[in-house]
């Protein structure tokens, strides 16, 4: 199946289905792409560890687990993961990142590939880990999971689309820019050659640079050091254009970039 029709059957699926909202499409996206660039040998185990999962009723593959990790967070046990799906970078000092007490991204993601790579360890424990890489790559790709500006990597930023959507300035690069870059995707620039090499430091810097220039950068009015706006920042079509590309990049990116984690970690 070419990537264009895996597109418009994720985007079938998310409409005719209550249980799926925008915010998993990203994430279901990135895992559909990762699994079409899966050597034999990593899908096979993928598929091997999967079946350790007793609640998919779609099939075993990576989009099924896409988003498990954030229904975790959401129950009394998975609670304490919260931090684990960013980096608090701030968006207007050079200072370098150090990881929370609570954890942070990546540590997460550099424990979790650990254990998935442990092949003494058990495969229920591998499976977890699994779940838990598919979705940390995805999250480490969107700028606003690797950015704040002392504003909840602006979840506390309100912000109106040009269309009239109210919405926070993290929602939409979590939701709205998805649906916009699906809604124009372009294959083009999926080029695995830019994915090669796993550098997850360089991946972080990557992110963090398009949150610095473009989703608080090209902000309307935005200045380091100023307040948050007690009113809603109107946003231009120039910015939802530009941020829409980026998405679009970051998606594919985290896409073939988490096939080649899975391929170097399951079947080296």
């Keep these: ?3 264009s029709a ?11 289905s209550s249980c799926l909202g925008w915010g998993q499409e990203g994430h279901r996206i990135i895992a559909q ?5 899966l050597s034999p040998g990593a899908r096979q185990q993928a598929l091997r560890l999967l079946q350790q999962e007793p609640n ?10 896409a988003s498990w990790a954030d229904q ?7 609670h304490a993961s919260a931090p684990w799906h960013y980096d608090d970078r701030e968006v207007c000092t050079d200072q370098p990142y150090q990881c929370g007490e609570r954890g942070c991204l990546l540590k997460a993601l550099t424990t979790q590939l650990a254990l998935l790579a442990n092949t003494s360890a058990p495969d229920t424990e591998r499976a977890i880990a699994l779940k838990w890489v598919v979705h ?12 704040d500006d002392e504003d909840h990597g602006g979840n506390a930023v309100k912000v109106v689309t040009p269309s ?33 090499r796993p550098d997850i430091g360089r991946w972080m810097d990557e992110s963090h640079h398009w949150a610095v220039t473009v989703a608080y950068g090209a902000l309307p009015g935005f200045q380091c050091g100023g307040k948050i706006p007690n009113q809603p920042i109107m ?16 998606l594919g990116l985290a896409g073939l970039r988490l096939a080649q984690l899975l391929n170097q970690t399951l079947h080296p």
Excluded at 56 to 65: I, N, P, W
Excluded at 72 to 78: K, L, Q, S
Excluded at 165 to 182: C, E, Y
């Design 1 to 3: 199946m070419n990537l």
């Design 6 to 16: 895996v597109f418009k059957a994720i985007v079938l699926l998310l409409v005719t």
């Design 33 to 37: 792409i990762a699994e079409d660039h």
């Design 56 to 65: 998919l009723e779609m099939g075993h593959e990576l989009a099924d687990v």
């Design 72 to 78: 975790w967070r959401r129950t009394r046990a998975g």
């Design 136 to 147: 940390l790559v995805g999250d480490l790709h969107q700028p606003l999971h690797e950015a």
């Design 164 to 196: 009239g959507q109210f919405t926070s300035l993290h929602r939409l690069w979590d939701v709205t820019l998805v649906q916009a870059a699906v809604d124009h995707w372009d294959t083009t620039h999926l080029d695995p050659l830019r994915a090669s």
């Design 235 to 250: 946003l231009t079509n120039l910015y939802m254009q530009t941020a829409t590309r980026v998405v679009q990049q970051q």
